[in-house]
């Protein structure tokens, strides 16, 4: 959720922000930073994202930690508790060249995506992929009709194993929030490893179904939240996670509701695909199987 003050306590905002802005403009002689930005929160075959090339690129993909020069205009952001502010961050910022924020990372202008680095404290090891086009939340019907959207699942598996986490498939995983689970109305998936106990718990299961009108019910995360839970073989094309999603038994009809974490098996087939939905105290937030703090930084 957005938390945002002044200045002050800097670090308790930090600890409890998604994304962090850091802009940079000048008062007459004095440059003055200002804290602006503090937020929640696929491939065709052939055409992952390292294979766009030259102009169509911006920002080499560097390690985790690397930063990049900014343009020389910052950018101009919402102030909390708007919900555009990472829409103006990943269509505006992130698409200038160079970059107007320093959490740009990588921008694709062939496949319309970004990727941003979140600066909360609290997660280190934590990525967004955003779409550069504006695109409200799981609940849009593009989504699941037209790319770029639609392949967002392996172009986001992609950078986080090949550029920015490194880690073993099993211990990689990728979240969407419902609305209700979310406070920023621009499509973000987050980036980063599973939590130990989650994967631990899902090497387990003895049978997970591969049927998502008949998913495997299990009880996940750190709070205790129902999950219906499948196998699958890619996230790409008619296997989108977007479009499987509207097989699954509670989500005709209630879309925004739904969340979904995409979950590295290190087997065949290779992914499960989790889904909760918000109901009573649950706010439909599967961001909560990640592990995005430093506890990623030491898996090998």
Not at 12 to 28: E, F, K, S
Not at 29 to 42: D, K, N
Not at 212 to 226: C, F
Request: aromatic share 6%; charged share 15%; glycine share 8%.
């Amino acid at each position: 959720m957005i938390r945002f003050a002044a200045l002050q306590p800097i670090r308790t905002m930090l600890d409890n922000a998604y994304v962090r802005c850091a802009c940079l403009t000048a008062v007459g002689p004095v440059a003055v930073l200002a804290v602006a930005l503090l937020a929640s929160g696929v491939s065709v075959a052939q055409r992952s994202p390292a294979s766009d090339s030259g102009s169509h690129e911006r920002g080499t993909h560097k390690e985790h930690g690397a930063t990049h020069a900014l343009s020389a205009s910052a950018c101009s952001l919402p102030t909390p508790p708007s919900r555009d502010i990472l829409k103006v961050l990943a269509t505006q910022c992130c698409t200038q060249s160079p970059f107007g924020d320093s959490h740009c990372l990588h921008y694709s202008q062939n496949n319309k995506f970004v990727t941003v680095k979140d600066a909360a404290v609290s997660k280190p090891f934590g990525y967004l992929i955003l779409p550069s086009i504006a695109v409200t939340g799981i609940e849009q019907t593009s989504v699941t009709e037209a790319d770029p959207v639609a392949e967002f699942w392996q172009y986001g598996w992609d950078q986080g194993m090949n550029y920015y986490l490194k880690k073993p498939a099993s211990h990689t995983a990728l979240a969407i929030n419902s609305l209700k689970g979310r406070d920023q109305d621009q499509l973000h998936i987050h980036i980063s490893c599973v939590l130990q106990s989650v994967a631990t718990q899902l090497a387990g299961t003895a049978q997970i179904s591969a049927n998502p009108t008949q998913p495997t019910a299990l009880t996940l995360g750190p709070h205790g939240n129902q999950y219906e839970v499948i196998t699958l073989t890619s996230l790409t094309g008619d296997n989108s996670p977007f479009k499987i999603l509207e097989k699954f038994p509670h989500a005709a009809g209630h879309i925004a509701d739904q969340s979904i974490a995409i979950i590295g098996t290190g087997k065949n087939p290779p992914y499960y695909m989790a889904v909760t939905y918000a109901s009573g105290k649950n706010p439909g937030a599967a961001e909560e199987l990640l592990d995005q703090t430093t506890a990623c930084g030491s898996v090998k």
